[in-house]
């Protein structure tokens, strides 16, 4: 079971909007439906925003949304705001074994 | 309200066993996968393992050999054990809550600072 693969870094201006890759295997992320993202800030718990592939949890903006095509998910974040600057986190259920990729460094410029 | 609350040893010599336990509060015990993740240095986020109130567990290979999970559903408790450590494993460590089908990591403990040196 290896990591799954995300840019190092992304960044945007305040109003763009970024995308996030997350690259798997037909093991994990094209295998299941169960791909979700977590935005990590120094110093706090991970905050999960996206379950299910596409799913918002209670709470969190419209702002976030997820896809997946083939082996690869992405979370796109539009309307960038500062606060969204933090690390991003993909993960995938993997069959009783769980991945996370290496995570991703969000830079509002 | 669901909260976790984890505790366990900072510190740690070359070889000795790392022990953590996070006790959850509000919300039903079962019916979930508790988890332990942890974040090293430079490394992100990595699965430890995962334990539910019958004592059913998942883990990671990488970790299999040096790892005791343990649950005390009297406590609403559950326990990480990794033995025989190295400066690789100092590490930010978490407890989870995970629920497949349902939101996944949604609660967490508020984080352990692991640090492994002589």
């Known amino acids: 079971q290896s990591a799954l693969t995300q840019p190092r870094s992304v960044s945007g201006s305040p109003g763009q909007s970024v995308t996030i890759s997350c690259t798997g295997t037909?093991?994990?992320?094209?295998?299941?439906?169960?791909v979700s993202w977590y935005q990590h800030h120094p110093g706090k718990a991970p905050k999960l925003m996206i379950f299910?592939?596409?799913k918002r949890p209670s709470g969190v903006p419209d702002r976030f949304s997820g896809s997946k095509s083939g082996n690869t998910a992405s979370l796109t974040i539009s309307g960038l705001q500062a606060e969204d600057e933090a690390d991003y986190y993909c993960?995938?259920?993997?069959?009783?074994?769980?991945?996370f990729g290496g995570g991703t460094k969000l830079t509002v410029l | 309200q669901v909260h976790l609350q984890q505790w366990g040893a900072g510190l740690l010599r070359p070889s000795e066993t790392l022990s953590l336990t996070c006790t959850v509060y509000?919300?039903?015990?079962?019916?979930?996968?508790w988890s332990w993740i942890r974040q090293t240095p430079g490394k992100g986020l990595e699965w430890i393992g995962e334990?539910?109130?019958?004592?059913?567990?998942n883990d990671n290979p990488s970790f299999r050999s040096r790892l005791t999970l343990s649950v005390d559903t009297s406590q609403n408790q559950f326990s990480l054990k990794l033995s025989s450590v190295t400066a690789a494993d100092t590490a930010l460590y978490y407890c989870?809550?995970?629920?497949?089908?349902?939101?996944?990591?949604?609660?967490w403990g508020q984080g352990t600072l692991v640090t492994v040196s002589s």
């Open positions: 989870a809550r995970f629920s497949l089908g349902g939101e996944p990591f949604d609660y």
């Open positions: 509000g919300g039903s015990f079962s019916g979930y996968f």
């Open positions: 334990i539910n109130h019958g004592g059913n567990t």
């Open positions: 037909s093991s994990d992320i094209s295998g299941y439906k169960y």
């Open positions: 299910d592939v596409s």
């Open positions: 993960c995938s259920y993997a069959g009783a074994y769980t991945s």
